[in-house]
């Protein structure tokens, strides 16, 4: 799963970059929109970890988010985003909207958490809009009425009035015929309020709150030089100085529940001798499609799924062994998948 951290010049997107990966990128450099950070987490998950004890694999494999880290222009200039960051933004499965909201003495306005949510979203519009423009306009020249345009009419309404795609309702075939286009304000966002390390506890206020219901916006409120400052101690220190503060975990597991959330994914398990695996699929895909996130060959000569749960798995050490005690089921191709079942796939192609 892949996602772009984005936001104004200024806003801390690089430290808020470093303390979600542990990485150490420059910040502070505003560097050419041509250029970015990449990194992953690993996403943790106790449930895999107990299975992997029990039966010791070669390999433990935990599932992972991809970040990009790219900069984004000033929202003073007037300019747009780049074209790089547009890019960027549209390949993403998911977007963080860094927020600024503290003073950086680099730049002459004050933090304004509601000014940037607004100016970012609207940008995000503008440039679904311009897309959406140019393609009507070379279908009105036709003058075919297509399922294409009937829907792309809908939208740039929809987008006129300053509305983003996420609260737009329409026939869920628009999306399919569309996905093309990538849309950015259709995306899943998490706004990410980045402020002082006094703020850190503080929740989001109501006008942001309201906002981001409004548009269907999630809202996580963290302090980018706490949480990177965390990544350089060890687990008793990092712990006292997060109970200092009043938060009782890293924004980094938040984070990660939040985008999970976002973006109805779950996991599931493979577990062998030579790798317990976690595996990232959405909520209701069906096993043959779940098979290919594994390998295009296991969901073409998918045969049926072998799902044990977890804990049994974690009990007994094998799928043989689950088998012999009756926890073990066989489900086919339109089998739904539930988050933590270890999974077992025949095939044969």
Request: aromatic letters at 8%; charged letters at 30%.
């Amino acid at each position: 799963m892949r996602t772009s951290i984005v936001g104004f010049r200024g806003c801390g997107k690089t430290t808020v970059f470093n303390a979600l990966t542990g990485l150490h990128a420059e910040v502070g450099g505003y560097h050419a929109g041509d250029v970015k950070n990449l990194g992953n987490i690993k996403v943790p998950d106790k449930r895999l970890a107990t299975i992997a004890e029990k039966i010791s694999p070669k390999k433990l494999t935990y599932a992972e988010i991809s970040f990009a880290d790219l900069a984004a222009t000033s929202p003073a200039d007037g300019k747009g985003f780049a074209a790089a960051m547009l890019s960027e933004m549209r390949a993403a499965d998911a977007l963080v909207h860094v927020v600024r909201g503290f003073d950086n003495p680099d730049l002459s306005d004050s933090p304004d958490l509601m000014r940037d949510i607004t100016v970012f979203e609207g940008e995000m519009v503008l440039a679904d809009l311009l897309i959406v423009e140019n393609r009507l306009s070379k279908l009105r020249k036709t003058g075919a009425k297509t399922k294409e345009r009937e829907y792309l009419e809908i939208i740039a309404a929809h987008l006129e009035a300053d509305q983003p795609l996420r609260t737009l309702e329409i026939d869920g075939g628009a999306w399919t015929l569309l996905a093309g286009f990538s849309f950015l304000s259709k995306k899943s966002c998490l706004l990410l309020l980045n402020v002082e390390e006094e703020q850190a506890a503080d929740p989001a206020s109501a006008e942001i709150i309201e906002f981001a219901t409004k548009n269907s916006l999630r809202v996580m409120v963290v302090s980018g030089n706490v949480e990177m400052e965390l990544n350089d101690l060890d687990e008793t220190d990092g712990q006292e100085y997060l109970a200092s503060l009043g938060l009782k975990e890293p924004a980094k597991d938040r984070f990660i529940r939040e985008v999970y959330d976002m973006l109805d994914l779950i996991s599931f398990f493979t577990a062998g001798p030579d790798e317990v695996r976690a595996w990232t699929i959405r909520k209701g895909t069906f096993a043959q499609q779940a098979a290919g996130k594994i390998h295009s060959d296991i969901e073409r000569g998918f045969i049926r799924a072998e799902v044990m749960q977890w804990a049994d798995m974690a009990e007994l050490g094998s799928d043989a062994k689950c088998r012999e005690a009756g926890k073990m089921r066989l489900e086919g191709k339109e089998y739904i998948p539930q988050d933590g079942e270890v999974i077992h796939f025949r095939f044969n192609v």
